[in-house]
């Protein structure tokens, strides 16, 4: 009997053995086969479309706050703007879009932006409201009659500002894809939706997390929501309303929906840290596909650093609102209890302070939005008062998320805000408030 149980855990340990054997081996050809190696002090190119000869000593600097966030931070390819009363003057890139390929990365590539796609919306919405489309405080059910009325009322005003009880992602089940990772999560959405309003259906039968204005949750899906009512408020699918609001008025050419790498043009190729210890640490994992359409509003855009600062300097000089919806949508919100949401956040930016140019004591406002997909990260800061825009995006995620590009974005508009100042005058900037809130 002994005998017995000893060939049976023997046979047993040959079994785990050789399973191991597999798994080592699956993944050392998953490192091959799903990774791209990535050697971070190779920058390929710089690629400077833009640099205002007053601020050339401003950008050097700049430059050496990049350069030791690159070494922090393992990314291909990495793109800045900068814009400073009113005008461009600052656009550089450097680094690769795509590994395989050794595409340099240009002020021209575009990124996955992330949830800076909600900033967009929200003027979008906005321009809406100020044309007597749209009425942040109707009921969702008024534009999107499919929403089922058994919910506690929800407003587009609660929806832009998290709010509403909206829940964010949450986990599903898919099968191993050899061609991608697989990932046990929405944030991977693969099925695509013709409308907002049909990709309500991945949320619309889940419970609200809270009465609304009771509490806040940031949510991707709050904004699917809040563009689905865009779209029955104005007659016309989101893209359309976007295009029309936000892509026409500005000139840009190099935003809007991401359709993924083999439909956009000129997008970078994204990439992301090992998540196990089985990928070697100068490998980057290729991101999974994906298609937006069940995010757009919230977090399917793609853009570029130039067009972004472009529509920082729109909304500072008043070219896209007025000044009433303008600063309807930059009030941080309260709860019902009278204290502000926990980000600070308005409708679509988070609001924080500057200490700016020579006091500690003397702080102005600061909005900003951070991006932080699977597979790159993005971050638009603008300063009004000191009219100052800085906007980033580089295809590769930071360990620090929005924390870690808010940061220096914010250095960088000190750097600039402050090129006239006398050095020893100079004081700290402060981040603006943020959370690493992800996609």
């Not at 089940?173 to 693969?190: A, H, L, Q, R, V």
């Not at 309003?197 to 204005?213: K, M, R």
């Not at 007659?235 to 309303?241: E, R, S, V, W």
């Not at 100068?282 to 600062?309: C, E, F, Q």
């Amino acid at each position: 009997m002994k005998k017995t149980f000893k060939r049976i855990g023997l046979g047993v340990a040959v079994l785990v053995g050789l399973f191991l054997i597999l798994v080592a081996g699956l993944s050392i050809d998953h490192a091959r086969f799903l990774t791209e190696p990535h050697d971070n002090s190779d920058r390929g190119r710089t690629d400077t479309a833009v640099l205002s000869p007053t601020y050339e000593t401003a950008a050097e600097e700049a430059r050496v706050l990049i350069a030791s966030f690159l070494e922090e931070n393992r990314t291909p390819g990495f793109s800045i703007a900068v814009g400073y009363k009113g005008k461009l003057v600052w656009a550089e890139a450097e680094g690769y879009a795509d590994l395989a390929t050794r595409k340099p990365t240009t002020t021209e590539t575009k990124f996955d932006i992330g949830s800076v796609a909600k900033p967009l919306t929200a003027i979008a919405a906005m321009r809406l409201v100020e044309n007597g489309t749209l009425s942040l405080d109707q009921q969702i059910t008024a534009y999107v009659p499919t929403w089922p009325k058994d919910y506690a009322p929800i407003t587009v005003r609660q929806l832009l500002s998290h709010q509403a009880g909206i829940r964010h992602y949450g986990f599903s089940y898919k099968p191993i894809n050899w061609s991608y990772p697989s990932f046990p999560t929405e944030g991977f959405w693969d099925d695509h939706f013709e409308t907002s309003e049909d990709a309500l259906v991945i949320f619309n039968t889940d419970p609200l997390l809270f009465e609304p204005d009771s509490g806040f949750r940031y949510s991707t899906y709050g904004y699917t929501l809040a563009s689905a009512a865009m779209a029955g408020a104005a007659g016309k699918p989101f893209l359309q309303i976007l295009e029309d609001e936000l892509i026409k008025p500005l000139g840009l050419k190099n935003t809007g929906a991401d359709y993924g790498l083999a439909k956009v043009e000129g997008r970078a190729t994204g990439y992301s840290r090992p998540l196990i210890p089985v990928f070697p640490e100068n490998r980057l994992i290729k991101p999974p596909h994906t298609d937006h359409s069940y995010k757009w509003a919230g977090g399917g855009m793609v853009s570029t650093p130039t067009d972004l600062v472009t529509i920082g300097m729109a909304l500072i000089k008043g070219d896209l609102l007025g000044d009433a919806a303008r600063t309807e949508m930059l009030t941080r919100r309260k709860l019902k209890n009278g204290d502000f949401n926990t980000q600070h956040y308005a409708l679509g930016w988070r609001i924080g302070d500057f200490a700016f140019p020579t006091s500690e004591d003397e702080k102005i406002g600061v909005i900003s939005h951070g991006g932080t997909p699977f597979a790159g990260q993005a971050m638009i800061l603008i300063i009004p008062e000191a009219d100052i825009v800085v906007a980033l995006a580089l295809n590769a995620r930071t360990k620090a998320g929005s924390r870690a590009t808010g940061s220096l974005a914010a250095g960088i508009a000190r750097i600039f805000a402050t090129s006239q100042v006398p050095a020893n005058d100079l004081e700290r900037v402060s981040a603006p408030q943020s959370a690493n809130v992800g996609r």
